[in-house]
Every structure is written in structure tokens, then in C-alpha cells.
């Protein structure tokens, strides 16, 4: 095929689209469903609905071809593990006895059983279930959800592309069950797994399925040669067979790198790959290999992970080059949808032209179905579209939003003096021990607690008009009231004011800072039932007023006991956000923790002891391939310092982190210099604790020993046994007892219970020493 005719042919498709419904109506149908108030024919027919309604919108907006597969409950790499048969044993009563009730159990656990462990996927704040593989593992095809998902979008008469997690990247995310030593490595089950997807492709061509996509994310990181090994054999063998649909292969979340060439020799019809931002380095790698003469290339060009319109006239031109190196080039987003909030029109409270530089899911498919009418029919099709986002662009790069010149001349000003404490460590260990005179293994809680249905209610009423703003701070008084007197009656040594007034952790400082701006609909999944709302960060950064100090304060004015500080990092706060791209991260996460520093100067000189700054998200932004990591670590860690480094040595500053893995940067999380860090650990065991005692970690810990994303009440005797497994890598002195991450979404009734048990834990074993 020409340039020319390869053009002709472009079609428009994207990989994936968020799930939950304009109204997050998948949501509230699985809760309800949890909590009995729908039966399980109601919520699989609210799903129904979802996806045929998404699929219609699709091809009503243009696309040639939607994706099927990408639906799912609560996570797809767990769809995934039920397509494979690869169910834990404790679980798989529960599956066969209830496939959906099952299905939950494993995302959520029991009382009787855990739930599977839970981690970052890649470098988003998506969360995915990580599947447990042993030797013993036997796979069996499960396909009934991808062939009835694609007879449905193919009942209404659209083309559709069922979308599956690719073999090696399931295997390259699974870690080894229960009971299995620490180094298996699952990926040798490989050959046991690739009939299980053989049987899987053929079913869903005999179902109709012209393509199949197969993501494989997991090449864009550092892959040895034994993994690309790997890779070639697992094409080598679906590619051969003769009963099986077309194969698309996507990457995405960055540049392929030694997997490309692997890939474009591999017999399989065609690519997906990502050309955005440090991804567009795919573009001179394909070329390179000499492209994919006769094959099908889906070219990413749309960022899927950010809210900022497109360059169009850029994007065009790329495409334009790719023409000469596939057989045919079709028009993609970089990655699924997902990533990004449904439609910028729901967004009432931004200035009309600032949400002109803003595209949400919606507004992405139409650049996507723009750019492809482009690439098909030339750019004279396009040309009002053209000179529509030219304006835009040249509005956001003209606009005072995005410069302001007192910020700028602040940050240039920062010395190194800035970015440390003025004490090493031990004298500060000795000043806090002196100041705070805490017993050992002293109990905390992260920082949340539940947000009762009345706060949700008078916040929704303060929205509304209904209370005045004194109504609502009374309400928020009386949750603080209720957390600090539980607490106390509990036994916890470090209180925490509970939050009541915070939206999200990100969100809220967000509102009270300017530079950001925060979407009233702008919904993303984290994991499971929980949707976040990304706030933007659209320009420069710094903080009018205090923004937590009188919460706090109150909080310490009810009790005698330390009452910590609570603020969300510089990291997370550009992790969690969507970050503008328009500078360097480094230069964004310095304008933050300035910000911030404010705040924790001001939290100090109330008389506040204890101040946590967290950053969950440290980990989960780090670079995919190991050569971008120091300078992404540098700045970093910088930024934390920043925030930090002006306390007195009394003032012990904390740090938060959870649902990552966390071996690969223990240097970093030393490089940090917080007198006391919490992290995630009851799912994986502790292991987190282990790692930081390879390292040498000099300072204190507090691994979790309570798994807040389950309902679960951990008992007093399992909590202990953590406890003791923590005590084998970090010695009492420095040993923190606390749960894994903040309680906001879980029920008063079950926090306490665990916090209770959490305590008794913690007696009970301190006596044992």
C-alpha cells in the first residue's frame, strides 16, 4: 500500500473509555449492590446499559471501530485472572459457588479471606489487582465475558475490537502466591498460559471478531533479554495459529525501546504504539527498523493521559511521517481513555475560554475522529478545526494564568540551605523522644477518617444554599469532636482531627491555591468504586492564606495529646492532579513546595508537634525505564526537603506512602530525611519492612497492619503477628503501629473495630518486650 492509500484509510478508534457513566452510574449500582439495596440481575443490567450506551456515543462521534473488553466491575487486570482461571485457591469456592459475589470477594476479601494484593499500574493512579501464580498453577479459557461483551457492541452493528491484557505483560504484573518462595518468577509459565489465550482469540473470532487487541504495556519498561525472549516466543505461537482473529499489539505509557524491534518482526498484523510526549522517540525507532511494511499501525497521538487539547497541526504532521512506515495508519488516543474525566461540557465553574485549552474523554475522541478526517481527506477538511485549536493554544501561552512573575522570582531564590534540616537526624530522634516522650510502638492512624453521611450531607447542603458556611464549620467541629474523643478512648498515642472538612486530599488544597483549578464532574477511577477528581494545575503556584491551621488548631484545643498536622506533598500534588505540560515537572513541584513550606511554618507556629506530609504517589511516578529515574528523584526529593526543611528539631516530621512497590526507591525514601515514615504493608506481608532493613534505613517506620481497602476487621492476634514480623526488621524503638492508608472510605463501625484491635495489638506486644 502507498503513502497515499495508506492514508486513505485511516480510521479513527481509541483503546479504552472511562466506565463509570456520566453520573457514575456504575458506581452507585455495585455499592448498592454490595450493601443489598439491587440484586445482581439489576447491576449487570445497569452495566449492560453503560456499555451499550458508551459504544453508541463512540460511533455517533465518529469512531470506525469501538473497543470492546475494556468494561469492567472493578479491575480488568482481575478480568483478566477469572479469562485465565488463574483464581486463588482460598477464593475459588467463592467463585464457583457465585461468579460475581466471587469475583468481589477477590478485589475485596472477607472475613475469612484477603483479598488479593493491590498496586499502581505503571505510572498512573490506577489500580490494579495483582494476580498470585505458583508452580502449581493450572489455566483454564474463561472467555464468556469478552465474547458476550463483543456479540453485544456487534448486535448493534458497529465494528468492534475486543481489548485483552497481553500474555507477557500478565505474567511480567503477577508475583508469586502465598506460599510460594519469594523467587519465582511467573513469566516461566508462559508456555502453560498461551493455549489459554489461543483458546481465547479463537472463540472471539468465532463470536465475529475481525481484530483483537492485545496490551502490553510492560514493554515500554526495562525488559532483559530472556523477557524479550519471551515476548517473540508468545507472538511466534499465537501468530501461528490459523483459528484465530487478526492481532493489534499495544503499547503505551511510553517508548518501546528493545521491545520494538522484537515486535515489528513478530507475525502478527499489527501495532498499536504511543507518540506522545517522550514517546514520541517511537517515531525514529520505527523508522528505524524499517517500519511495518503491509501491517496496521495505530498511532497514539492524542494524549490519553492529560487534559490539555491537542496540537493538532503537530499531531497531523506526525502522522503524515508515519504514512511511510505502515501499510495503514489508523488515529488513537496514546492509551484508553480511562485515565481522564468523561466531557469538559459538564464543567460550569471554569471560564469558558480557559476550558477551551482543556479536552476530557469526549472532547479527545472528536480530536482523534478530527485528525483522522485530516490524514484521510487532507487538512484542508479540517481547516476551521485547524484554526480553531491554533487559538486556543496561543491563549493558554499568552495567558497571566500561566506566569506570575513574584512566584517565579521566589523560586529562583531558593539556596540549598533551603532543602535540608538545619539538625542530622539523631539530635532531632533525641529532641522529639524528649518533646513527645511517646511509648514504644506508638499507635497513629494515617490521617482520614470515616466521612459520615451527615458531613456529606451538609457539604452538598453548603453547595447548595441550604446551610450557611457557620452551619457547616459547626458540623465539621462536631466530626472533630467525635474523632479526637474515639481516639483518645481507643488509646491511640498520636491523634489526627480526622479530616471532615476535605473533599479529597489533593482536591482541597487545590481549591485554596491559586495556579489550580478544580472540575465540579471531572471523575477518575482509582481503583474499584473509588473516583477521584483530578484538580488542573493550569499555572503558577502560591498560597494566599493558611489553609489547615484552624482545623488543627481545634483538634489540639480538645485533648492533651499530640494531634498531628496533615498535608499532601508536592509530588502527589502534581501525581494526582493533571500537571500542566507547558514547563519541567522539577520547576512546578518547587512553585508547590514553597507553598506548602507556608503552611507548615504557620501548622508549627500554632504549636502544632507532629506535622505529616504525604506523598503516596512518590513511587508511582517514577519513571518506567531505570535512565529517567535520578533526575526524576532528584527533584523530588528536593521538593519534600523544601516543604520540610524549615522545623525546628523538635517538630518530628512524618511521611506517608502506600499501594506501590517500594523496593526500588528505599533510597530515595531515606533521601527524604522524614523523622517517620508510614507505609502499606499489611496485604504484601510486611515486606516493605523487610526492604527498608536491607537498605539500612536509620529512621522510624510504620509498616501497616491494617488493610483499610478491605472490610475486613483485622483481629487483635493477626494484628499482633504483623506487628512481630515488623519487629524481626525494624527494632521497637523505632517500630510504628498504624494502618495502611486513611479510613475516609471505610464504615465508623468497622475503623473501630480494627483501631481497637490495632491498639490491643500494640499492648500486647510491647509487653512482650
Known sequence: ???????????????????????RELKKAIESYWQGRVTAGALRATAAELRRSTWRQLAEAGLHEVPTGDFSYYDHVLDTTVMVGAVPERHRAAVEADALDGYFAMARGTQDSAPLE?????????????????????????SAKQVDELRDALALGLAARPVLVGPVTYLLLAKPAPGVPAGFDPLILLDRLLPVYAEVLADLRAAGAEWVQLDEPALVQDRTPGELAAVARAYRDLGARTDRPKLLVASYFGRLGEALPVLAKAPVEGLA????????????????????PGKRLVAGVVDGRNVWVNDLPAS???????????????VAASCSLLHVPLDTAAERDIAPQVLRWLAFAKQKTAEIVTLAKGLAQGPDTIAAE??????????????????????????AAVTPADVRRAQPYPDRAAAQRAHLRLPLLPTTTIGSFPQTGELRTARADLRAGRIDTAGYEERVRSEIREVVAFQEKAGLDVLVHGEPERNDMVQYFAEQLTGYLATRHGWVQSYGTRYVRP???????????????????????????????????????????FVRDDQPLGDTARQV??????????LERAGTSVIQVDEPALRETLPLRAADRDGYLAW?????????????????????????????????IDDLDADVISLEAARSHMQVARELAAHGYPREAGPGVYDIHSPRVPSPAEAADLVRTGLRAIPAERLWVNPDCGLKTRGWPEVRASLENLVAAARSVRAEL
Open 1 to 23: 500500500m502507498t503513502a497515499k492509500s495508506a492514508a486513505a484509510a485511516a480510521r479513527a478508534t481509541v483503546y479504552g473509555y472511562p466506565r463509570q457513566g456520566p453520573a
Open 118 to 142: 493491590m498496586t499502581k499500574w505503571f505510572d498512573t493512579n490506577y489500580h490494579y489487582l495483582v494476580p498470585e501464580l505458583g508452580p502449581d498453577t493450572v489455566f483454564a479459557a474463561n
Open 273 to 292: 504504539l504511543d507518540f506522545t510526549g517522550a514517546a514520541a522517540a517511537n517515531l525514529d525507532a520505527l523508522a528505524a527498523v524499517g517500519g511495518l
Open 316 to 330: 497531523l504532521t506526525t502522522l503524515g511521517t508515519l504514512l511511510g512506515l505502515a501499510g495503514r495508519v489508523d
Open 386 to 411: 485547524l484554526a480553531a485549536n491554533r487559538a486556543d493554544l496561543a491563549s493558554r501561552a499568552g495567558s497571566p494564568i500561566t506566569c506570575d512573575p513574584a512566584v517565579r522570582a521566589r523560586c
Open 535 to 577: 484538580p488542573v494545575l493550569a499555572g503558577d503556584i502560591s498560597r494566599p492564606e493558611p489553609m489547615t491551621v484552624r482545623w488543627t488548631s481545634y483538634a489540639l484545643s480538645l485533648t492533651d495529646l499530640p494531634v498531628k498536622g496533615m498535608l499532601t506533598g508536592p509530588v502527589t500534588m502534581l501525581a494526582w492532579s
Open 593 to 602: 513546595a514553597l507553598a506548602l513550606r507556608d503552611e507548615v511554618d504557620d
Open 636 to 668: 523530588a526529593t528536593e521538593a519534600f526537603r523544601l516543604t520540610t526543611g524549615g522545623v525546628r528539631p523538635e517538630t518530628q516530621i512524618h511521611t506517608h506512602m502506600c499501594y506501590a512497590e517500594f523496593g526500588d526507591i528505599v533510597r530515595a
